[in-house]
């Protein structure tokens, strides 16, 4: 592990939101193949069989400061160590197969939280003993440096789940050793469970599956120290294996080998006949703590927990309105997430009822300030020709962070950690060069 390079924070910083923003803004937003690679957004591992080889791997992630942190995970068996480990994308009331291959220098495992009927090689899982009677693992493990177990189940209701370690847990799963498990609904693969009410636009389907680091756990882990987890100190805070700026930039960034997905929501306004169906956004918990995570800008309606649909016993509709969505450990939350322009700013037609400052009146921060100089959404106004705007087109962006805000910053150093961006484009789209 290196030592930490602040200085490096405000150029990667810059890089990152550049090519994060200015690549995602030239997409034309279109119809996808669930398992293909995307630019942007949830990216499925699906199989016809609903049969997946993982193998737990070592390797190193990078944060913005400069810093490489040594880590477990997940990864396909056919590539590489990655963090998080890939999205599997399943239907509920399938067969699903999970082949674990290790390559660790410890044992390791996966278990699969709210699927039931788990078999480990054939036999129902469960836990694993020592010679002296502690438990060491939820479920069977396969052996370290070459072992392999199948795991296998019937996925269960529509949802979003996590699956992580279960051998050691609180260490292996700060290492890194989980993933998110997607359960389709049956026939409506475009909803978020079995209501009709949860549809979603399926080219805006997002994962954000938030985690920490202690690096210094990490760095004894690497050496092959004893480590106490239960005195240990996050001091990262990630979606999707990445810290800010880093979650702006796209799935498969080249700079980003072993953390390939992105967290930057990339939508329109709502519109009845264009644009009717909201993002949907999936919420998971793989850390120790809550995690307040806190979106300016729009609430999101949440229609799902760990897997269940939020209704009545009459089918009553009891998702709701959150502005702030507290992620408990372990948790899983899907929201649907829509943004409405209801002022409807409009320049000549209905000006903003208030003088917007003066250019000269602002503060400009150099040639990395990411400013549109207009309220108005499509409009752009003039800049000063130092100024570099990363808005195209008069987009709007919203910060998205955990609201615990020792959790919005890399190493301490603020903003950075558990933050991304929402962004808005105007109903025409922008410009593709």
């Known amino acids: ?22 690549a995602l803004g030239s997409l034309t937003l279109g119809a996808r193949a669930e398992a293909a690679p995307t630019s942007e957004g949830l990216e499925c591992l699906t199989d016809a069989h609903n049969t997946f080889s993982l193998t737990a791997r070592d390797g190193y992630v990078s944060t913005p400061d400069g810093n490489s942190i040594y880590m477990w995970g997940y990864g396909p068996s056919s590539g590489s160590f990655q963090l998080p ?9 399938t067969h699903v197969r999970v082949i674990l291959h290790n390559t660790l220098v410890e044992p390791t495992s996966i278990v699969f939280p709210g699927q039931s009927g788990v078999t480990a090689d054939g036999k129902p899982a469960q836990p694993q003993l020592t010679d002296t009677g502690s438990m060491t693992s939820l479920t069977q493990s396969a052996d370290a440096t070459g072992g392999s177990v199948t795991y296998e189940f019937t996925a269960g209701s529509p949802g979003t789940y996590l699956y992580e370690s279960g051998t050691d847990v609180a260490k292996q799963v700060q290492m890194g050793l989980y993933g998110a498990l997607v359960v389709r609904p049956a026939g409506h693969p475009a909803q ?18 938030l985690s920490e680091v202690d690096p210094d756990l990490h760095l004894g ?4 120290d004893p480590v106490d987890v239960a005195h240990s100190t ?8 990445r810290s800010m700026p880093d979650t702006l930039a796209p799935n498969h960034a080249s700079w ?10 990339h939508i329109k306004p709502y519109d009845a006949q264009t644009n009717p169906h909201p993002a949907l956004i999936r919420y998971l918990n793989a850390g120790s703590v809550n995690y307040p995570f806190h979106p300016h800008g729009s609430d999101e309606r949440v229609v799902t927990q760990d897997g269940s649909a939020l209704a009545g016993s009459g089918g009553q509709d009891l998702s709701y309105l959150k502005y702030d969505l507290d992620v408990e450990p372990g948790q899983s939350l899907d929201a649907l997430m829509d943004w409405r322009d209801v002022e409807q700013w409009d320049p000549a037609t209905n000006p903003i009822p208030t003088q917007l400052p003066a250019i000269q009146d602002q503060l400009l921060v150099g040639p990395d300030t990411w400013f549109s100089e207009s309220g108005y959404l499509g409009k752009k106004g003039s800049l000063p020709t130092n100024i570099t705007a990363n808005n195209e087109c008069g987009e709007y962006y919203h910060v998205a ?10 190493y301490g150093a603020t903003f950075g950690g558990m933050m991304t961006v929402f962004r808005i484009d105007p109903p025409a789209g922008c410009p593709t060069s």
């Open 234 to 241: 996050a001091r990262y805070f990630m979606i999707n294996g």
């Open 401 to 410: 962070h955990s609201h615990a805000l020792q959790q919005a910053t890399n």
């Open 192 to 209: 978020a469970n079995d209501r009709s009410d949860s549809a979603f636009d399926p080219d805006h389907e997002y994962v954000f599956l």
């Open 221 to 224: 882990v690497e050496r092959g």
């Open 85 to 93: 480990g890939p999205v599997l994308c399943v239907t509920a009331g």
């Open 256 to 265: 980003l080998p072993n953390q390939p997905y992105g967290a930057m929501v």
């Open 1 to 22: 592990m290196r030592n930490l390079t602040h200085h490096l924070a405000q150029r990667r910083y810059a890089a990152a939101l550049v090519a994060g923003t200015l």
